[in-house]
Every structure is written in C-alpha cells, then in structure tokens.
C-alpha cells in the first residue's frame, strides 16, 4: 500500500520555466490537497479538490493552477516559475465512501517535493 | 478564515521529561489531527482526534472541541522525538472540508 506518492522529489528550475507536479493516492480517497512549506513555517495551503474534476482555491493560490481529471490523482502546475516559489510541497488526501456513506478520515501526506527556482 | 495557534513555538526538552503542547481554533471544527514532521520533513500522522482523549505509547492527546483547543502529552521524551510538531484542523468549505494548520511547535530533546 503506497499511500501517498509525489513526484518527482526535487527539483530545480530557471525563472519563467514551467513543470507539474504529481501526486497519486491508492486509497480511493475524494479530497486531495497542495501544501507548500517555507523555512521556518507551517504549511500554507495552496489549491484542493473535493472529488474527480473539482477544484478549490486555498489560501495561496497565484502563480499555481490544478487538475484532477483522475480520482487518484491531483496535479500542480507551475506555469512560469519564479523565485518566490522555491519551496517544498506537500500533497495530502482524505476523505472517503464506505457502504454508500460518507466517512471522515484523516489525512496522509506525501514525502514532499523541493523546488527551487533560481 | 480560521486562526490555529500552537504554543509554545519552541521547546527545549532534557531526555526523559514529560511536555504539553497546546493548540488553539478560533472557530467549530469537523475534525482535528496532530502530526509530527521529523528532521527529514516527513509529516507523520500521530492523533486523529475531533474530541475525547487517545493515547498511543508515551504520546496521548485530548481535545475539548466546545472549548476550541487540543493539547499533545509527551511523556519521558527521546531524542527521537525531536522536530516539529503541527495540528491541523478541518473545516467546512466550499461544498468539502478544509485542512488548516497551526503555526508548529518546534521541538528538540537533548541527552
């Protein structure tokens, strides 16, 4: 059981270049979520979605988009990539149907991905 | 949108003392989890827990929901111990719930 996975794990880029960022679940959870950490912070919230084909902005949204054409997977996409967005990035999910009804679970986070943009 | 406080932001632990860290939510919330991110940035998930006490080895949390805070009992602490440690709290938000985090307590135990 892999839970869940990011891709890739580090990353450089140049200014203005632009990449994705994968992430998968095998637990067939709804909500999914992007998290970017900067030194000395807590994770700040960037987009989420809360089923196949949704998406939601969070708290730090600019310069990131999302797409989540798959249940199992929620992608991030950095169009043109700026210092500001060296970071590492988290993905998360939770959330799930059992027997026809919804249940609450609790999140489970990726092993992150550092991106530095220079 | 909801503040999450944790405190204290840092703590300096000898080997084999005991600790409490709190967490503050401005607002109701679904759910409440703590986890701990170890030297290596790895977030691992240590309590799920809305309400009620839970225990697991020499860490146990409680959560007092109609008061709007959560507290992590570390108890004869390790070095392994040491990191940061985050509680995350999930509220109701456009037509899903919402994952919020707290500030951290950064932890270090010393031999």
């Known amino acids: 059981n892999a839970g869940v996975t990011q891709t890739p794990k580090f990353r450089v880029l140049k200014t203005g270049q632009s990449m994705t960022l994968l992430c998968a679940q095998d637990?067939?959870?709804?909500?999914m979520y992007w998290y970017r950490q900067d030194p000395g912070m807590g994770l700040r919230l960037i987009h989420y979605?809360?089923?196949?084909?949704?998406?939601a902005k969070g708290e730090v949204p600019d310069g990131y988009n999302v797409s989540r054409l798959k249940k199992q997977n929620f992608l991030l996409g950095l169009e043109s990539a700026a210092p500001s967005q060296t970071s590492v990035y988290f993905c998360?999910?939770?959330?799930?149907?059992?027997?026809?009804?919804?249940?609450?679970?609790?999140?489970?986070f990726g092993q992150g991905t550092r991106l530095t943009v220079v | 949108g909801i503040q999450v406080e944790q405190s204290p932001p840092d703590l300096i632990l000898q080997e084999g003392a005991n600790s409490t860290l709190r967490c503050n939510f401005s607002?109701?919330?679904?759910?409440l989890q703590w986890f701990h991110q170890n030297p290596w940035g790895q977030l691992i998930n240590l309590f799920y827990?809305?309400?009620g006490t839970k225990q697991n080895g020499r860490l146990s949390a409680t959560t007092v929901a109609t008061e709007r805070y959560s507290l992590l009992y570390i108890s004869s602490s390790q070095t392994t111990d040491s990191g940061v440690y985050f509680c995350?709290?999930?509220?109701?938000?456009?037509?899903?719930?919402?994952?919020?985090f707290g500030t951290g307590t950064q932890l270090k135990v010393e031999l």
């Open positions: 998360a999910s939770s959330y799930s149907w059992t027997s026809g009804r919804p249940r609450n679970t609790e999140a489970f």
């Open positions: 607002d109701s919330v679904n759910n």
């Open positions: 637990m067939n959870h709804e909500y």
């Open positions: 995350a709290v999930e509220v109701r938000a456009g037509g899903g719930n919402k994952l919020t």
């Open positions: 827990i809305p309400s």
């Open positions: 979605s809360v089923g196949e084909g949704t998406t």
